[in-house]
């Protein structure tokens, strides 16, 4: 009880709202006993490198998971194998309940974005797990991690690859799981935890999975634990995804680089040409003018409107924290613009610059472009518009380098090559399990909940749609501010242990 009133005192302090349900407060009591032994687990899992295409040290990976797994008395604990050679396996086991007719399947996935250790912070590094005393961004500094006897402070950040994507997701399962054990409450529906590891590497075996193991996975709910909450630091379900898909385009000038002096004005330059057909595709209110590219959306129903109207604007906030002053798409705030499908460059080359620097009209230009999809959209359709309208500029399309012939036919080539993809996907929000769901985090907070139709970032969630006939929801509990993918990856202690409390009220409900 004492460790709970200082922690509601706490709260008070950091003006932040705490639980109200009497079984969140016993699950935030037992945390506080296991922190320290729970950051000791978590330390070494964090400093195991976990690329997909490293089969060594990803098979570390999944044998630590498997031993977290078995020291918490969960059965049947295995490891799922796609039939491709190589591929990571999934770590899985199963709490079976007697009675109990429905069963929910917590996912998560232990394999990170490549590094550049470079790119790190100089007191960092990514699989040597650093304790700092807030974040980076606020010039938190460096502190050892506190013995059996010391405290931790919530705000502090563990600094790690995968720290929060998506390691914290299976640490906060797994805590989850115990806390529930240790606090003596009982589960009423069976438990699956399914932990994938070649997400980041596009899940591209998933399917295989699925189709192989579809019996062992029959479920009525997946709880899918990745991604960030709500930069508004509420928690968050999300009842979808977008769908993801990439164009990449290069377009030709002359064969041979060529001196910008002795041919500037007379050779065409492909930069130019380039950004000439990408300005095309907005217009001056960041609107795609590729035409039907907003077509066959499917209309939001009334229920996912009024979560849209409720979801706390953090536009301001963000534009502040992001340094810039206008948003693309001129009046439209952040979350009704993810409810529509987009139009992004990702990345753009032509020529040098920097210190290759040199005059010279280059021999081609290139871009990728990546789309998201919105329900209703095809993701292979979106790709032809693009295309075709490509086409309609005046461009001759091609799948490899054109020939020479080609170009001295031709005045616009571009060379257009279409991705793989994959749709949106989204979960009813009047489905019988959503609307618990949607209860038992709503029990552990005294803050509004943020429930989103759609997160405007893509998973493969139409794989569990398709080959399982699975629903899904997305329960993310890292910090929206964690650098996920990219380098000083962190998670804030705070965010670790409300997603421990959301967790465990999910596994708890009837
Ligand atoms: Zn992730």
New binding site residues.
């Given amino acids: 009880m004492k460790s709970i009133a200082l922690c509601l005192c706490l709260a008070a302090m950091t003006g932040m709202a705490y639980g109200q349900s009497a079984e969140t407060l016993q699950i935030r009591a037992v945390r506080e006993k296991n922190e320290y032994r729970w950051i000791q687990e978590y330390i070494p899992f964090l400093s195991i490198p976990n690329i997909a295409s490293d089969s060594i040290q990803i098979n570390k990976n999944a044998a630590y998971i498997f031993q977290m797994m078995k020291n918490r008395g969960i059965e049947h604990v295995q490891y799922l194998t796609a039939d491709s050679k190589g591929t990571p396996p999934v770590v899985y086991g199963e709490v079976n309940i007697a009675g109990a007719d429905s069963t929910l399947i917590f996912y998560?996935?232990y394999d990170?974005q490549p590094v550049d250790s470079t790119q790190w912070s100089k007191i960092l590094s990514p699989f040597s797990p650093k304790l700092l005393n807030g974040s980076l961004e606020n010039q938190a500094s460096l502190i050892p991690f506190p013995d059996a006897t010391g405290k931790y402070d919530p705000e502090w950040r563990i600094y790690a690859r995968s720290a929060s994507?998506?390691k914290a997701?299976i640490m906060a399962i797994l805590a989850a799981y115990e806390a529930v054990k240790q606090a003596g409450y009982s589960f009423h529906y069976n438990l699956r935890f399914f932990f994938e590891g070649e997400?980041?590497a596009g899940s591209t075996h998933l399917y295989q999975i699925f189709q192989k193991y579809t019996n062992l996975l029959k479920s009525d709910l997946w709880v899918i634990c990745?991604?960030p909450v709500h930069q508004s630091s509420k928690k968050m379900i999300a009842f979808g995804v977008r769908g993801d898909a990439h164009v990449e385009v290069t377009v030709y000038g002359p064969s041979r680089p060529l001196h910008s002096g002795h041919y500037g004005n007379w050779a065409p330059n492909p930069s130019l040409m380039l950004a000439k057909l990408l300005a095309s595709m907005k217009d001056e209110k960041g609107r795609v003018t590729i035409p039907g590219f907003y077509n066959n959306i499917t209309p939001l129903t009334p229920e996912e409107k009024k979560a849209i109207a409720e979801t706390p604007s953090v536009d301001s906030q963000m534009k502040n924290e992001l340094k810039f002053s206008n948003e693309e798409m001129t009046g439209l705030g952040l979350t009704e613009s993810l409810m529509l499908p987009s139009l992004n460059i990702n990345g753009m080359q032509g020529g040098n610059i920097g210190k290759q620097a040199s005059n010279v009209i280059p021999t081609s230009a290139s871009a990728v472009l990546d789309l998201r999809m919105v329900m209703g959209n095809e993701y292979t359709v979106q790709q032809q518009k693009v295309l075709n309208f490509i086409r309609k500029q005046g461009y001759h399309i091609t799948q490899q380098e054109p020939t020479d012939a080609e170009r001295k036919e031709f005045p616009k080539i571009a060379k257009v090559k279409l991705s793989e993809g994959y749709n949106a996907q989204r979960t009813s929000m009047s489905l019988p399990f959503a609307k618990k769901l949607i209860a038992a985090v709503k029990s552990t907070s005294r803050e509004q909940l943020v429930l989103l139709p759609s997160m405007g970032g893509s998973?493969p969630l139409f794989v569990f749609e398709k080959y399982l006939n699975a629903h899904t929801l997305m329960v993310p509990i890292a910090n929206h501010d964690n650098n996920?993918?990219a380098e000083n990856e962190n998670i804030r202690l705070q965010n670790l242990w409300n997603g421990i409390e959301t967790l465990a009220a999910i596994m708890m409900m009837k």
Wanted: hydrophobic share 15%; net charge negative; aromatic share 0%.
């Fill in positions: 998560a996935h990170g994507d998506d997701g997400e980041e990745d991604g998973v996920q993918h």
